[in-house]
C-alpha cells in the first residue's frame, strides 16, 4: 500500500472500492455475454446484481451525499449536479440492459430456433452490457476527479452514517457477489474495514459468501470450462 492509500479517509477508501466493484461487474458481465459456454442463468444473476447495484449507487449519491458535500463546500453544486445528469444517462443504459430476456431455456436437444433465440439474447445481452460498462467507465472518470477530494468536506461521523444507511438500503441481490468483486478491488484491511459494519448476520457468514462469490465468478470467467 502507497503512503498517499494509508492517508486516505474512510469515505475515499470506501468510495473507491466501491467505483472498482462497478468496473469489474461491468466489464465481466460483457466478457461473459461473449462465451456461449457461461449458462444463462449465471449471466442473469451478474446482470441483475450489476443493474440494482448501480441504481442503488448513484440514487444514495444523489439523494444523500451530494447534499452533504454541497452544505459544507456550495461551490460543489454545479460539478455534482453534472454528475447526476450522467446518472440519469447511465439509467437508460441500465434500462435497456434490464430489459434483455434472459428467461427462456436453451434447447439441449440442438432445435435450430432455440439456438437461434439463445445466441439472440446472448447478443442483445453484450451489446447492452457494453453499453453500461463504456458509460460506468466514462463517467467514473469524469465523477473521481470530482468526488475525491470533495468528500474531504464530509467528516467521518457524516460519512459512517451515510455509509450505514447505504448498507440498510442496499437490495438484496446477489450480495455475495459483492464480497468477491470487493476481495479483487481491495487490500484484505481495506475490505475489512469496509465490512466492519455489516449486520452481524451478514458477517458471521462471510466465508460462505466468499466460497459462493468464487465458484460463480470461476463459472462466469469460463475457468475450467
Known sequence: MTMQAESDSQAIVETRLAHETHRLATGLLVDAAGRSTVPRQALAQLRDFAVANLRHHHETEDAWLWP?????????????????????????ALDRLASVDLTRTEDPGGDS???STSSDSRHALREAAVAVRDSVRDHLAHEEPILLPALRHVTSAQWEEFAQRVIAETPPVAGHLMIGFLDEAGTPAEVESML?????????????????AAADLRVLRGDGS
Not at 458477517?203 to 459462493?212: D, G, Y
Open 113 to 115: 430456433g432455440g439456438e
Open 68 to 92: 452533504l458535500i454541497v452544505a459544507a463546500a456550495p461551490d460543489t453544486k454545479r460539478s455534482l449536479d453534472e454528475l447526476s445528469e450522467e446518472h440519469d444517462q447511465l439509467d437508460s
Open 196 to 212: 466492519a459494519n455489516m449486520p452481524a448476520p451478514v458477517k458471521s457468514v462471510l466465508p460462505a459468501l466468499r466460497s459462493q
